[in-house]
């Protein structure tokens, strides 16, 4: 499956639809994703750090403690992490809200193909970092991002200001949303090869 086929189906799935999209979806899914593709600036940070659990939170150099169980095990046993934030830009948000206006249906499309686009350029930093890290003997656990399982929302202002994320443009909305809206946080564990799941 190419890429195209790949956001597609992923865009998909974020509209709700099961399988591959197919009819209307399809036709206004192929509308979409150029127009997202277009609009999107694709920025990142990735740091490397000191990052290890002690008693139910994850430290993270000596910046910040996260309070959750699912990163303690995630974490578990491990010394080090990387930290990353990526952004798709403004540029992006403007054209779907925009498009909300006029033409909602497309506008829910450009920004499902957005959500796949954004997850399909963190993995393929993550193959980059799996790459790089290869010759250490180390490879990544998969990515966990604040606001999934236990691991607090409130973490993500904390985290981005360690990152310097507004050096690409990110910030968060007195809600605690990111802006750009198209953007992620997430950790992942450093781990000696022999132990990748």
């Not at 950790?187 to 990748?196: C, D, F, N, Q």
Request: a neutral charge; glycine letters at 8%; charged letters at 25%.
């Amino acid at each position: 499956m190419d890429a195209k086929a790949r956001t597609l189906r992923d865009a998909a799935r974020y509209l709700g639809i099961r399988g591959e999209p197919a009819g209307e979806a399809l036709a206004v899914l192929e509308l979409a994703y150029p127009m997202a593709r277009e609009e999107a600036q694709p920025r990142s940070l990735i740091r490397r750090a000191p990052m290890r659990v002690h008693e139910g939170r994850l430290l993270i150099a000596d910046a910040m403690a996260i309070s959750s169980l699912d990163l303690c095990r995630l974490f578990a046993g491990a010394r080090e992490g990387l930290a990353l934030a990526v952004t798709l830009g403004a540029p992006l948000d403007a054209l779907v809200r925009r498009l909300m206006l006029t033409d909602p249906a497309l506008g829910a499309a450009v920004g499902a193909c957005a959500s796949a686009l954004v997850d399909a350029f963190i993995d393929g930093l993550v193959k980059k970092e799996n790459a790089s890290l290869k010759a250490e003997g180390l490879c990544l656990s998969p990515r966990f991002s604040p606001g999934y399982g236990d691991a607090p929302l409130s973490c993500q202002e904390p985290l981005l200001y360690w990152l310097e994320a507004r050096r690409i443009g990110v910030s968060l909305t007195s809600g605690g949303l990111m802006l750009p809206e198209k953007s992620v946080t997430a950790l992942m564990a450093l781990r000696p090869v022999e132990e990748e799941p």
